[in-house]
Structures are given as structure tokens and as C-alpha cells.
């Protein structure tokens, strides 16, 4: 049963203005929830490999410890212990023909910068997403009301036109017209409750990566393995 009113009615009557603000809202919304289920499901995988620190630490040498971790591709860990093994060995064996890198940085200062910008690599792999989730939820609203005043105007132009002003004949254009605001605000709610829950998940691994970082930081400079738990 066709209705002269509703999402249908304010689809074939908008101009072409309302309905691209209705297909970015649309295409919006679709990545925003895309973003959120696909980072949700990553940090679930990557809070898995927490477990494995402890038996990393009770590896009775560094490679066995490094050949402990699971899935090396995705397991920030491993990557940031393989990166600062490669650190180490990489001060330790320069030639007498390129010295500059000991003269500039002793072995405590170096580990501790290739260790810092191994952590920072992984930490920008988590904000994959987070850029667009925060310019969603901050412009998505306003996007909204974009839409909801261009149709009002357009109502209003075409109640005027008519020559009638009656309650019917306005509630109608103008309901529909607000529609887009409260489209903005769906769009917009789930993004910014999702970039604010991505990102303190983000932290919390950062700083379970930094606190690692440290550990191995001691350990390539005093030869002692940090225990877990200290």
C-alpha cells in the first residue's frame, strides 16, 4: 500500500541533494560497523596471546623463546622481541669501517629506541579504522541536519507554492525531513561509542606492549630475564 509519507516518500521526492546526504549516511554507517566488528575481533585475537609472555620468559634461551610464540604474523610480541634481537645483534656487530652508531648511541640507549619504535609500529596498526570512526561520530550529526533543513526549505517552498498551509499538508514534508536528523544521530551514536571503546582497548595493549618492551629492555642490558609477575 503506497503511503504519502516515510523513508519511500522522502526518497522519491527529495532532490538529488537529499539523497546523496542519505547515501553517505547509508555508506556510513556500513564502514562504521564494519570497522567496529573487524577491530573488535582483531584485539579479541590479540588479547589471546598475552598468555604466552610467561612461557617466553621461562624459555631456557632467547630463540626458544622467540620460537614459543604462536602465530608470529599477527603476534605484536613476537614481532617486538624479533625486532629487538635484530637491535641487538645489529650494534654489536658493526664493523670498524662504520662506527658512527656506537660513537652516537651506547647499547642501552639503542635497545632502548628500537625497542620504543618497534612498540610504536604496532601501536599504529591499532588506530587502522579509528580515524574514521572519530570524523564519523564528530560530523555525522551535522550531516544529518544538513539534510533536515534542505528538506524542510524544499517543504516549505512547496507548501508555499500550494497556496495551502493546513496542519496535514505540513507535519507531513517536515516529519520526513527531520528523519535525516535522526539518521545522522544512528549513524553517529554507534561510531563514537565504538571509537571510545576501540581506543581504551588500545591503551590497555599499549601498555601491556610497553611494559614487555621494559622487560626486554632489562634483559639485554643486565643479561637477567625479568620473572613474570615482577
Known amino acids: 500500500m503506497n503511503t504519502p509519507f516515510g523513508l519511500l516518500n522522502l526518497w522519491l521526492e527529495g532532490d538529488n541533494i537529499i539523497r546523496f546526504v542519505a547515501i553517505v549516511m547509508?555508506?556510513?554507517?556500513?564502514?562504521?560497523?564494519?570497522?567496529?566488528?573487524?577491530?573488535?575481533?582483531?584485539?579479541?585475537?590479540?588479547?589471546?596471546?598475552?598468555?604466552?609472555?610467561?612461557?617466553?620468559?621461562?624459555?631456557?634461551?632467547?630463540?626458544?623463546?622467540?620460537?614459543?610464540?604462536?602465530?608470529?604474523?599477527?603476534?605484536?610480541?613476537?614481532?617486538?622481541?624479533k625486532a629487538a634481537s635484530g637491535?641487538?645483534?645489529h650494534h654489536q656487530s658493526q664493523s670498524s669501517n662504520h662506527r658512527e652508531l656506537l660513537q652516537t648511541l651506547n647499547y642501552s640507549e639503542w635497545m632502548a629506541r628500537s625497542i620504543k619504535n618497534s612498540i610504536?609500529?604496532?601501536?599504529?596498526?591499532?588506530?587502522?579504522?579509528?580515524?574514521?570512526l572519530g570524523s564519523t561520530g564528530a560530523t555525522a550529526p551535522f550531516v544529518g541536519l544538513f539534510g533536515t533543513v534542505w528538506g524542510i526549505y524544499h517543504a516549505l517552498i512547496a507548501i508555499s507554492s500550494s497556496g495551502s498551509a493546513q496542519i496535514d499538508q505540513v507535519a507531513g514534508p517536515i516529519g520526513e525531513a527531520l528523519i535525516m536528523t535522526a539518521i545522522g544521530l544512528a549513524v553517529a551514536i554507534p561510531a563514537v561509542l565504538g571509537f571510545n571503546a576501540?581506543?581504551?582497548?588500545?591503551?590497555?595493549?599499549?601498555?601491556?606492549?610497553?611494559?614487555?618492551g621494559n622487560d626486554l629492555?632489562?634483559?639485554f642490558v643486565t643479561g637477567a630475564r625479568v620473572k613474570s609477575g615482577e
Not at 610504536?120 to 574514521?132: E, N, P, R, S, Y
Not at 576501540?198 to 614487555?212: G, I, S, T
Open 26 to 81: 547509508l555508506v556510513s554507517s556500513i564502514v562504521t560497523w564494519v570497522i567496529l566488528l573487524s577491530r573488535s575481533w582483531d584485539l579479541r585475537n590479540l588479547r589471546k596471546f598475552k598468555p604466552e609472555l610467561d612461557q617466553f620468559w621461562r624459555a631456557t634461551s632467547y630463540e626458544q623463546g622467540l620460537q614459543g610464540f604462536t602465530n608470529p604474523a599477527n603476534n605484536p610480541y613476537f614481532h617486538i622481541a
Open 87 to 89: 637491535a641487538s645483534t
Open 120 to 132: 610504536d609500529g604496532v601501536a599504529a596498526g591499532l588506530q587502522k579504522g579509528m580515524t574514521f
Open 198 to 212: 576501540l581506543n581504551r582497548a588500545n591503551r590497555l595493549l599499549v601498555a601491556d606492549l610497553n611494559r614487555f
Open 217 to 219: 629492555l632489562a634483559y
